[in-house]
């Protein structure tokens, strides 16, 4: 049995996992969260906080809390509320009732979570200063947190700390894994645009191949982080589409496209590969004499962990689930995370609670593993106690 999980948050279990399945039923992309909103907006103001604010940044809100002691003091809580372009395979009873959406990431879960905390703490409200319960739209590369942010977030709502979390299946179950410093990577995506001569293909010299300077793209891009980069430092290069050519078995194709990401734990780093990957694909396609165009969609920061506000969260985990089952210097993660352009701004921490065995993120068949849900409430409600004293 865990040691420090609320017997409130508990005694409210099945409440709770009703919200998170009527979120999970009714999904919706990024910036059309429309059902978690309003839900969020009517379950806040029911169970009694002192201010609650909608559309900030398109769908999301914040929810003002002020303990029973007074205090300067602030610390935001984040949550994200948006589902993805993926058709549910669960076969659950409460499956997405939109066709090829559906919350295959968790957030419905983390939703229910940020409303149970703000249920059991505007309750008894044991804590000195404010929370802001912040709900963000758009966190799977839309641009969320920034939409939120460009909309005044931190000029109306200052916070002192920030902390979220991201249930983690595949880890152990109720487990909290953190680190301080680098935690989830920075992520830009890319487009080269490839111009060269179409013709005849049995007429090669007549031709500047936009298949082949596309193919030497790829090849030579990948001695970016072989040759270029210290190798104490992370970086990776991924193509994820190339495409030219018209169907054909004969005809020289005279443009290319290709896409793909970078990521990066450092903004240097991130400049660096950048700045190769531009002159990699412009100096391939000119020495076989064609050109090339890049454009970059920088859409997530790296996530840095504040070393300080990473302190509390693990003494906080460790009292809520045990010292033994908390990593305090977990491997970084090198998928990204749209709350690090929040925490570029304020101080933070970002935890993984281990959910078990079950599918991948962005996989058809995932679902949110309910029983992580009164682990990461209790988690948040701990941390609220001891920040804000
Ligand atoms: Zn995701
Ligand atoms: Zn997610």
């Keep these: 049995m865990l040691p420090g999980l609320l017997d409130e948050i508990i005694g409210q279990e099945e409440e709770i ?3 998170r399945r009527a979120l999970h039923e009714n999904p919706g992309l990024g910036f059309q969260e429309t059902f978690a909103a309003e839900m969020v907006e009517q379950k806040l103001k029911e169970f009694g906080l002192d201010e609650v604010h909608t559309g900030i940044g398109g769908t999301g809100i914040v929810g003002v809390l002020r303990g029973n002691r007074p205090s300067n003091r602030a610390i935001g809580l984040r949550a994200d509320m948006d589902a993805l372009p993926i058709h549910e395979e669960t076969g659950k009873p409460y499956a997405s009732k939109v066709p090829g959406i559906m919350h295959a990431c968790g957030h419905d879960g983390h939703t229910a979570t940020l409303l149970a905390v703000a249920w059991r703490m505007a309750q008894a409200r044991d ?3 404010t929370v802001y319960f912040i709900f963000q739209p758009a966190e799977e590369g839309l641009g969320g947190a920034l939409a939120m942010i460009e909309d005044g977030l931190f000029d109306r709502f200052p916070c002192d700390r920030l902390y979220a979390y991201h249930n983690a ?26 111009q060269g001569r179409g013709g005849h293909a049995g007429l090669p010299q007549t031709t500047v191949d936009a298949a082949q300077i596309s193919s030497n793209i790829v090849v030579t891009a990948q001695s970016i982080v072989a040759r270029n980069l210290n190798p104490n430092d992370a970086g990776i290069v991924s ?33 660096l590969l950048k700045a190769r990957l531009e002159e990699v694909a412009k100096g391939v396609a000119l020495t076989y004499g064609g050109s090339a165009e890049i454009a ?23 009292e809520t689930v045990g010292a033994e089952r908390v990593n305090a210097n ?17 101080p933070g921490n ?22 992580i849900t009164s682990i990461a409430a209790s988690y948040f409600c701990r941390l609220i106690q001891t920040e804000l004293v």
């Design 169 to 194: 299946p595949g880890f152990d179950f109720g487990h909290v894994l953190t680190r301080p410093g680098r935690m989830m990577a920075g992520c830009s995506f890319f487009t080269i645009r490839v």
């Design 330 to 346: 977990i491997a970084p993660f090198t998928g990204s995370e749209d709350f690090a352009y929040m925490c570029e701004l304020v």
């Design 296 to 318: 970059f969609n920088d859409n997530f920061v790296p996530q840095i962990n504040d070393p300080a506000a990473t302190e509390i969260a693990l003494k906080v985990a460790a």
């Design 350 to 371: 970002y935890v993984m609670i281990g959910a078990g065995p079950g599918a991948a993120p962005h996989h058809p068949a995932f679902d949110y593993n309910d029983e």
């Design 239 to 271: 193509f994820t589409d190339v495409y030219a050519g018209t169907n054909s078995h004969n005809v020289i194709p005279d443009k290319a496209v290709l896409k793909g990401c970078l990521r990066y734990f450092e903004k240097p780093v991130g400049n």
């Design 17 to 19: 996992f009703a919200w």
């Design 127 to 129: 804590f000195a200063g």
